[in-house]
């Protein structure tokens, strides 16, 4: 299978332009172009750091799939929607969506894998069918390509914006604005190299919010994303001055609710099916734990303005 892209950009890196635009990952990409099997304008490029400008030919030539030696376990998996192209998951917190770092077990692709038969190959061994992702402690939806060609339209889709993903998050304290947009670029801290900042040389992140319901030091909000980037709402929650209850990465070491991750929740995916062209959307209530806490709080502010 081919990827064939036509860049709309000016000049910019062959890695950093397919990685925002062929739904591979970098890694991926990167061993693409030194196999030989990226081609700009005809000609085959071995360096990930050579120059694509607008109206470059990119070709991206897709070997075989390996098989798959992630093992696939019995893991219960809430799944919200199947048919021969995709699968729509809602992810518990505490999941991580596929091996990394020394975990392969318990993840979201070993469940995948014993329950949804079939995956696409294109991000490799390691994260078959993963079209976008979810943090560990993040819950909700999110959709699963069963095979190649699904997975390039779900992932140009999320790159044109034409997906929307849509998240309820509780944050701390009173958001000042009803509603508003967050239009800051993201990178990787310059004091922790394991987290992400606000920061002048990241990537441009874009997300809108609506505040849903005031409690006094806490405000349940809705965000939705035009951008993907990694921790974004919980990066420019932050930014704003009021990070997500329960994220300690980005918000404050304590917590007055007794929590195992932030209170996150994914809870409306849309997009076109890649085959047959209809809208679709889902939505997932929120995990119990989540109702806890504003049941908690509406009871203490119920009266209040």
């Keep these: 299978m081919n990827i064939e892209l036509i860049c709309d950009a ?20 990167r061993r693409l172009i030194d196999d030989g099997n990226v081609t700009v304008d005809g000609k085959v490029v071995t ?22 030696d992630i093992a696939a376990e019995d893991i219960p998996l809430d799944i919200v929607y199947e048919d021969g192209d995709l699968a729509v998951i809602n992810k518990p917190q505490g999941m991580t969506v596929h091996p990394a770092n020394n975990v392969y077990t318990g993840t979201l692709v070993n469940a995948l894998l014993y329950h949804v038969k079939d ?7 390691l994260r078959p069918g993963i079209v976008h992702r979810l943090d560990k402690d993040t819950s909700g939806l999110l ?13 140009r889709q999320i790159q044109s914006k034409e ?42 992140a874009l ?6 319901e005031r409690f006094g030091e806490y405000t349940l909000t809705r965000f939705e994303l035009k951008t993907g980037r990694t921790h974004q709402i919980r990066v420019h929650a ?20 007794d929590l195992n991750g932030q209170l996150l929740h994914a809870c409306t995916l849309s997009f076109t099916h890649p085959t047959t062209g209809e809208s679709m959307s889902f939505d997932a209530p929120l995990p119990d734990y989540f109702e806890r806490v504003l049941g908690v709080l509406r009871n203490k502010y119920r009266g209040r303005s």
């Design 238 to 257: 932050a930014y704003l001055g009021h990070p997500v209850v329960g994220d300690r990465t980005y918000g404050y070491a304590k917590c007055r609710f």
């Design 143 to 155: 959709v699963v390509a069963k095979n190649d060609r699904a997975h390039v339209e779900l992932q």
């Design 119 to 125: 995956l696409s190959g294109i991000n490799g061994v």
């Design 207 to 212: 997300t809108y919010y609506t505040v849903e």
């Design 10 to 29: 000016d000049a910019r890196r062959l890695d950093v332009y397919l990685a925002d635009n062929s739904g591979l990952t970098r890694s991926h990409i």
């Design 163 to 204: 997906c929307r993903r849509i998240y309820l998050a509780l944050l701390e304290g009173n958001l000042k604005q009803d509603s508003g947009c967050v239009d800051a670029p993201i990178g990787r801290s310059h004091s922790d190299r394991k987290k992400m900042a606000v920061t002048e040389e990241g990537r441009s």
């Design 47 to 68: 360096k990930a750091s050579a120059s694509v400008r607008a109206d470059s030919s990119v070709s991206v030539v897709l070997p075989p799939d390996i098989p798959l």
